[in-house]
């Protein structure tokens, strides 16, 4: 029967960060009209919320896919220590090359998260506003997708 | 194909002690949730059942038998119970996330008398959840 099943664990983190949409290779007139008020030369932030997804076998000693204390210091150390009350273009190098919008951002957080030892990564989301959000998988989404 | 959600809320109580461990590596793995007095969450569970809406009613599947479903194998098990002493399907087994939303899976599943079971959510807080549904399962809009 749980062979039939397919378990994953899903965890919830938030941050906030700055940032600011804009390319280098395009001309001061196209990053505006590209990126609109995203574009202000100051930035601008949000709170964001990250959601992790992990499939794997229920160990039965523990009746857990991952221990969520493992799981949660890995995310703190790769993603929020570097992410939280920072500024993605200035403070993850990632985003000196690349402009830091939400769908890049997942990316690099997949990218980030991907290694941990005891489950599977299936799946990120990153909720920018309430309104907005994206999601992440390395291999089709959609086949990872229940 | 159409996916139907339908939400619940259950109150209970739980710990986690595996009798197989040593007291120390009980407190180490499980942490707080070792407590032998327990503790205690508002679970939120969504069910997700799949199907082709009957062209007579527009239906998947009477939303009232499901919420009578629910209210019968979810709601009267579990619901202001403590899962380690009060559920018979949770006996020998922590009864973390995982294994509460797999517990939740096989009652329910049998019990669908229209439309299939596609995903059982079983929100622990909201930032904790589990998804259970079927290995390979071919994804909505995709059959």
Request: with cysteine; hydrophobic share 35%; glycine share 6%.
């Given at each position: 029967m749980?062979?039939a ?9 938030r941050?906030s960060?700055?940032?600011r949409?804009?390319s280098p290779?395009?001309?001061e007139?196209?990053?505006c009209r590209?990126?609109?008020?995203c574009?202000?030369p100051y930035g601008?932030?949000h709170?964001y919320?990250?959601e992790v997804?992990?499939s794997g076998?229920v ?17 703190e ?6 992410f939280?009350h920072k500024?993605l273009n200035?403070?993850?190098p990632?985003f000196?090359e690349?402009?830091?919008t939400?769908e890049?951002?997942c990316?690099e957080?997949?990218?980030r998260l991907k290694?941990f030892?005891?489950?599977?990564l299936?799946r990120?989301?990153v909720q920018?506003t309430?309104n907005n959000s994206?999601e ?6 959609e086949?990872?997708?229940? | ?5 339908r939400?619940i809320e259950?109150?209970?109580?739980h710990?986690?002690h ?8 009980n407190?180490?793995?499980f942490?707080?949730?070792n407590?032998p007095?327990?503790?205690g ?6 069910v997700?059942?799949e199907?082709e809406?009957?062209?007579?009613t527009?239906?998947?599947l009477d ?14 098990r579990m619901?202001?119970r ?5 559920v018979?399907e949770?006996a020998g087994?922590?009864?973390t996330?995982e ?12 019990k ?9 959510r079983?929100y622990?807080s909201?930032?904790?959840f589990?998804d ?8 909505a809009?995709?059959?």
């Amino acid at each position: 029967m749980s062979n039939a099943l397919k378990v994953e664990l899903g965890r919830r983190y938030r941050f906030s960060a700055s940032h600011r949409l804009h390319s280098p290779h395009l001309s001061e007139e196209e990053n505006c009209r590209v990126f609109g008020k995203c574009n202000n030369p100051y930035g601008h932030g949000h709170n964001y919320v990250l959601e992790v997804s992990m499939s794997g076998d229920v160990d039965p000693a523990t009746g857990m896919i991952a221990n969520l204390a493992d799981l949660d210091a890995f995310v703190e150390r790769q993603v929020l220590e570097e992410f939280d009350h920072k500024s993605l273009n200035e403070d993850v190098p990632a985003f000196r090359e690349k402009v830091p919008t939400t769908e890049n951002l997942c990316m690099e957080i997949f990218q980030r998260l991907k290694a941990f030892p005891r489950a599977k990564l299936e799946r990120i989301r990153v909720q920018e506003t309430g309104n907005n959000s994206f999601e992440y998988a390395e291999e089709n989404l959609e086949g990872n997708r229940p | 194909m159409v996916l139907l959600t339908r939400k619940i809320e259950f109150a209970a109580s739980h710990l986690y002690h595996n009798p197989n461990l040593s007291a120390e590596e009980n407190r180490r793995i499980f942490g707080k949730c070792n407590n032998p007095h327990g503790h205690g969450h508002n679970y939120t569970l969504e069910v997700t059942v799949e199907g082709e809406p009957d062209p007579v009613t527009g239906m998947v599947l009477d939303l009232k038998e499901l919420k009578e479903i629910l209210e019968r194998e979810v709601m009267q098990r579990m619901d202001h119970r403590h899962l380690n002493y009060e559920v018979a399907e949770l006996a020998g087994q922590i009864p973390t996330c995982e294994n509460i939303a797999r517990v939740i899976w096989q009652l329910l599943e049998p019990k669908m008398t229209q439309g299939r079971l596609h995903r059982v959510r079983l929100y622990e807080s909201p930032d904790l959840f589990v998804d259970c549904y079927r290995n390979g399962a071919v994804p909505a809009g995709k059959s």
